[in-house]
Nanobody, 125 residues
Framework: QVQLVESGGGLVQAGGSLRLSCAAA????????MGWFRQAPGKEREFVAG????????EYTDSAKGRFTISRDNAKNTVYLQMNSLKPEDTAVYYC??????????????????WGQGTQVTVSS
């Protein structure tokens, strides 16, 4: 069993930055891929970024490229999402997820086995 707990969300003005954290308990994440997803009201959950077990491979949705950076600290069993130049359309609940069956990140939510409870990010214009 894996417990994932996100933190770092909040209210920020457009152009600002936030750093989300996802701390894991119950199992080491050193050998699994991790992802960040988000879900805005009335919309489907969408992939934002993913990172391989070693941190060497990262994937981003087009809207996140150049603005967001995913990273991990396996010693702390924690994954991060640094979000810069935030826009109102980034407003959503952000979730981290663990894919225990792969070293490499996937953009497909169904591939992930465990999910956090989510953290709200609100970007005002």
């Amino acid at each position: 069993q894996v417990q994932l707990v996100e933190s770092g969300g909040g209210l920020v003005q457009a152009g600002g930055s936030l750093r989300l954290s996802c701390a894991a308990a119950g199992r080491t994440l050193i050998d699994v891929a991790m992802g960040w997803f988000r879900q805005a009201p009335g919309k489907e959950r969408e992939f934002v970024a993913g990172i391989s077990w070693s941190g060497e491979t990262t994937e981003y949705t087009d809207s996140a490229k150049g603005r967001f950076t995913i990273s991990r600290d396996n010693a702390k069993n924690t994954v991060y999402l640094q979000m810069n130049s935030l826009k109102p359309e980034d407003t959503a609940v952000y979730y981290c997820a663990a894919d225990l069956s792969s070293y490499w990140p996937s953009g497909q939510a169904r591939r992930y086995d465990y999910w956090g409870q989510g953290t709200q990010v609100t970007v005002s214009s």
